[in-house]
């Protein structure tokens, strides 16, 4: 499956944004979805995740404001983000896997789309 996102941009504090991620190549909805962020060379750090049975998961720091979904008939995931904060600054990707295991874990996750730049100033 092939992955690209879409929807980063800089936004003020308090603003919101909606991220989309177009998956190709095969359904979405087979796979483990999930959409991390990453500052520079720090580690990937898992935002929200969502199951195959649809079920989601949050980071605790995103909580409330953070919301993933998906539309299988369009194929694409969703992060809509709302309270933005100047910590949420990061590159998003979006990544899905087959694999089991914790949403969080960024090494379960086979396939990553190219990222999305949001930066909230």
């Known amino acids: 499956v092939q992955l690209v996102e879409s929807g980063g941009g800089s936004v003020q504090v308090g603003g919101s944004l909606r991220l989309s991620c177009v998956a190709s190549?095969?359904?979405?909805?087979?796979?483990?979805l999930g959409w991390f962020r990453q500052i520079s060379d720090k580690e990937r750090e898992g935002v929200a995740g969502?199951?195959?049975?649809?079920?989601?998961s949050y980071a605790d720091s995103v909580k409330g404001r953070f919301t993933i979904s998906q539309d299988s008939a369009k194929n694409t995931l969703y992060l809509q983000m709302h309270s933005l904060k100047p910590e949420d600054t990061a590159m998003y990707y979006c990544?899905?896997?087959?694999?089991?295991?914790?949403?969080?874990?960024?090494?379960?996750?086979?396939?990553w789309g190219q990222g999305t730049q949001v930066t909230v100033s």
């Open positions: 190549g095969d359904t979405m909805g087979r796979y483990c």
């Open positions: 990544a899905a896997h087959v694999n089991g295991g914790t949403w969080s874990d960024h090494t379960k996750y086979t396939y």
């Open positions: 969502i199951e195959s049975d649809g079920s989601t």
